[in-house]
């Protein structure tokens, strides 16, 4: 979903930055990336794993302990929050309660000093982008939450910002609401051609929007990719676990020649698969990559193993088999119910193989 | 809420001690001087209560009106004072991290804690014309004079021929420092409850927006901690209007307030129904002042008022 | 002093961030010096109680002498232990009368429930010395003159009148409590067979524990704290400690006050910081 808006000219550039609290607390641990002009970057990661104290030291509301953030091409260590080219959009979107929608929208002008003629012109175009036109007199508190997102984001965009900064902007919304809204993000974003740049925890939305994430745990930055980049080849455990579900092997690797590896990880013995790492390593496989079948696959090149039925758990469309393979975890396979009437066609404590094809294996380092 | 007549056993059980207390000892007391301010003088003890208005209406002549005037300054002058001083300190202690915030309001609170009297005479000791102000002042000066006098400057009297130790005591000054001293913390409370509910993410809009801090300070902070401020402003002011204690013990004889007369109507000049009167009308600008706090903040609920 | 000297020192450890107003300077300064306001006196008061020295400026050295001589007047004793009675026997009835008026407004909707509710706010906001001359107006005329009786007796009228001004605040810190209760234990309680009294008794007292030793705290220092309407209450032959000292000031300063003075400070914070300990734990209790 690379957009055409997007370049590679890089607009944030955070350098190696650290922030420790009180003594100890290393919420962000020397992260360095690069979010291009007109791109939707998404941090995306578990509660407490930095990513919000990141997008806050991108508007200036907490200073990196070490490192250094560039935006536009200047060095943001000495420039205050309200001097900085980013606005945002908070988490509780923070409309102020005591102006009205226009007030509010119109605040950033004002301070700006821009003619009070001209600010409610553009206050009237920016209400018109965010679907709220002529609602400009009204109250927050006569507004929904949609609503009033929406005004967050109007007051946040007027101020034409080289880059817009959302917190978490979808969480407080309804299911319905939220992916209402994902589509309509994104069209602003082409729309205006800014650099938006969200935090989420919600795989899905990152994904669905993004196009670019970095996934963020425990202060580091685990990988940076386009939302296929991070499904399809995760470079470590964490991403392939925290996006999407997972089947995960643990075992070793030992090298065999020329860009393989040979693996034992149970039940898997003396596979040999495409790789580097070596040393106690982690197998994996989607489980829509995951056949089952009553009889041993005639291929060879699968990597197949037997193992008996554990449960089953219908989801009208598909469903999800496990299968217990005398592993710790059983095997977790995604069956698309193709056919009316049958379901996936087992019964629980059939014996069954599973296999998969060796180049949708995917191997971790641990 | 359950209606009463659903459990009357509980209700009367608990409804019947704490009315019968607050009807005998508090709205029975009440009414006997509401009663008496309508009354007369009629002997040394006698009182006729013939529900005449004289007691209002010397209540209003211009002694007394003045007196009026001169506590409602004074309170005014307190309750301000207090405003500039507790806005910043309760932004220090809302900001402060959790543990200094918890140690910051404990040291605010304590003086509460102690008896109204001793703080007062703790004053006292510090202010009256051998206390520590003037000896440290005294002390400084001799320092001075020395330092004129080693530098040949002695001769010349620049800062006066001999220390004269500065009244600090009995005036209107000191009662104002005195009802600031006790009225603190009335004002830093409510701030800091309305600064701790208003949701930081609107500071740093505003900041995000491009505002500098005074800007945010007063479009932003002042205008959504209006209820606290109206509050603190209110519960400073009342208490304050009906001091007595404070103006008795640290002012002058030209630095008497409301409630200083009405004492003296008790005791001293023993005229029962004027005294009652000026009470009343003391209570009837109490609750006028409350009116305009409720007006203000448009809450309700019995947790708010302390 | 040292958290003053450190609220002025712990800067400059990091770049102070926009919203860590606490760590400007200048907003130190002005804490510390509120701090300084506050503190001065009180503390100047303390120190000087272990003063020898009789004017009660200049430091002659530190001495006991003053305490043995407030400890030796029997008139200052007598004041004191009358003053600690009245506010031990006040705390009680206030905290069970502040409990049952917060547990009918809290629980039963009844007619003039509104008004009941201002009316039992009244003595919390009218002004000390409308209530001081009322309540002393009243036991003169109704000739409920304790003065005379036996001791205890004799502080009943000042008991009294702490008691009607006392319950109310403790009613208005135990309802807060009571806002936080969930009436689906009292209705498990009542489903479970629990009588209106066992109910009362097995889950709401519990329920409101922290909220009856908050509102004790608050009845008990309410109590000690109290001139004005002491001053009112008591008779000619009734001595309480704040009259005493009352008096004892009007006449001067001197360290024997101090003395008495710093005694009751003491004695303040040391049932403060229990109380608050009580709670602390309380609170801590609940939330684990």
Not at chain 3, 246 to 259: C, D, G, I, K, L
């Amino acid at each position: 979903m690379q957009s055409d808006a997007s370049s590679n000219e890089p607009i944030i550039e955070i350098n190696d930055v650290t922030k420790i609290y009180g003594s100890d607390v290393r919420a962000v641990d020397n992260v360095s990336l690069t979010v291009n002009r007109g791109e939707f970057f998404a941090l995306l990661g578990p509660s407490g794993c930095g990513k919000t104290t990141l997008l806050r030291m991108l508007a200036g509301f907490e200073t990196p302990t070490e490192g250094k953030v560039i935006i536009d091409g200047d060095d943001m260590a000495e420039v205050q929050a309200n001097k900085r080219p980013v606005n945002m959009v908070f988490q509780s979107y923070a409309v102020f309660p005591h102006m009205t929608v226009a007030q509010n929208v119109g605040y950033g002008l004002k301070i700006d000093g821009v003619a009070k003629k001209e600010i409610s012109a553009r206050v009237e175009e920016a209400l018109e982008l965010v679907k709220l036109g002529g609602l400009g007199s009204r109250m927050p508190d006569e507004l929904s939450g949609g609503q009033r997102q929406r005004v967050a984001l109007a007051r946040a965009l007027i101020k034409r910002p080289s880059v817009l900064l959302l917190d978490e902007p979808l969480s407080a919304l309804d299911a319905k609401l939220r992916e209402a809204m994902q589509l309509e993000l994104v069209r602003l974003q082409k729309t205006v051609g800014i650099t938006f740049v969200i935090v989420t925890h919600d795989q899905a939305e990152a994904l669905s929007m993004a196009d670019r994430i970095a996934v963020m745990e425990s202060g580091f930055v685990r990988q940076v990719a386009s939302p296929a980049e991070l499904y399809e080849h995760p470079t470590n455990r964490f991403v392939g676990d925290f996006i999407g579900q997972i089947n995960l092997f643990s075992g070793s690797a030992s090298p065999a020649g020329e860009g393989k590896v040979n693996v034992s990880a149970a039940p898997l013995s003396d596979q040999v698969l495409d790789g580097t790492a070596t040393g106690s390593v982690c197998v994996a496989v989607r489980p829509e990559k995951v056949n089952v079948s009553r009889d041993k696959p005639a291929d060879s090149n699968l990597l197949s193993i037997q193992g008996s039925v554990a449960d089953i758990a219908y989801y009208g469309g598909y469903s999800n088999l496990y299968v217990d393979v005398g592993a710790a975890d059983p095997v977790l396979a995604e069956i698309t119910n193709a056919e009316r009437g049958i379901g996936p066609g087992y019964a629980q404590g059939e014996t069954v193989w599973v296999s998969w094809r060796p180049e949708d294996t995917l191997l971790f380092a641990e | 809420m359950d209606n009463w007549r659903k459990s009357p056993g509980a209700f009367w059980a608990s409804f019947i001690p704490p009315t019968l207390w607050l009807l005998a000892f508090f709205l029975a007391p009440l009414s006997l001087i509401w009663a008496f301010s309508f009354g007369v003088k009629t002997g040394i003890t006698e009182i006729d209560i013939t529900w005449t208005f004289q007691q209002y209406a010397r209540a209003l002549e211009p002694l007394y009106l003045s007196i009026f005037a001169k506590s409602l300054w004074m309170a005014g002058v307190t309750t301000f004072i207090c405003l500039i001083v507790a806005f910043p300190v309760a932004i220090a202690i809302v900001f402060a991290p959790p543990k200094a915030r918890m140690w910051l309001l404990l040291l605010v609170i304590l003086p509460f804690w102690t008896n109204l009297l001793i703080r007062t005479y703790a004053l006292i000791a510090v202010l009256r014309t051998r206390g520590h102000v003037n000896f440290t002042l005294e002390w400084v000066w001799e320092n001075a004079n020395g330092f004129l006098i080693f530098i040949g400057l002695g001769n010349f009297n620049l800062i006066g021929e001999r220390f004269e130790p500065l009244a600090l005591l009995y005036n209107n000054t000191a009662v104002v420092v005195g009802l600031v001293y006790v009225a603190l913390p009335f004002m830093v409370l409510p701030l800091y409850a309305a600064l701790d509910r208003l949701d930081r993410s609107f500071i740093e809009a505003s900041l995000d927006l491009g505002a500098g801090h005074i800007r945010t300070f007063w479009s932003v902070v002042v205008p959504l901690a209006l209820p606290g401020i109206a509050s603190g402003i209110v519960i400073t002011f009342i208490p304050t209007l009906g001091s007595y204690l404070t103006p008795d013990l640290l002012g002058g004889t030209d630095s008497q307030m409301i409630a200083n007369v009405i004492e003296r109507q008790f005791k001293s000049a023993n005229d029962w129904p004027f005294g009652a009167a000026l009470s009343f009308l003391l209570m009837y600008a109490t609750f006028f002042g409350l009116a305009l706090r409720a007006l203000l903040t448009k809450r309700e609920g019995m947790g708010d008022r302390v | 002093m040292s958290l003053l000297g450190n609220l002025l020192s712990r800067r400059g450890k990091s770049e102070i961030g926009p919203l860590e107003y606490h760590r400007r300077l200048w907003l130190r300064v002005t804490v510390a010096l509120t701090l300084i306001f506050l503190y001065m006196p009180i503390l100047t008061l303390i120190a000087f109680s272990f003063n020898d020295s009789k004017r009660n400026v200049v430091w002659r050295g530190f001495t006991f002498k003053y305490y043995e001589k407030a400890m030796n007047n029997s008139e200052l004793i007598e004041a004191f232990v009358n003053s600690l009675t009245i506010a031990f026997v006040s705390t009680i009835v206030s905290v069970i009368l502040g409990a049952l008026t917060a547990y009918v407004l809290w629980r039963f909707r009844f007619p003039f429930r509104a008004a009941y509710e201002g009316a039992m706010a009244l003595p919390v906001v009218i002004p000390e010395i409308c209530m001081g001359v009322a309540l002393m107006v009243f036991f003169l005329r109704t000739g409920f003159n304790t003065g005379g009786w036996v001791w205890p007796f004799n502080l009943s009228a000042i008991t009294i009148a702490h008691i009607a001004f006392s319950f109310p605040f403790a009613a208005i810190v135990i309802r807060a409590r009571l806002e936080s209760f969930n009436t689906e234990l009292s209705e498990s309680a009542k489903d479970l067979g629990a009588s209106e009294y066992q109910v009362f008794k097995d889950i709401i007292v519990p329920h409101m524990k922290p909220g009856l030793i908050a509102g004790a705290l608050l009845a008990f220092t309410l109590s000690l704290d109290d001139f004005v309407i002491t001053f009112f209450t008591s008779g000619p032959n009734t001595l309480t400690f704040p009259v005493k000292i009352y008096s004892m000031v009007r006449f001067s300063v001197t360290p024997e006050v101090n003395a008495a003075s710093t005694i009751l400070i003491v004695i303040t914070v040391i049932i403060t910081a229990l109380a608050l300990r009580l709670q602390n734990r309380n609170n801590m209790l609940q939330a684990g």
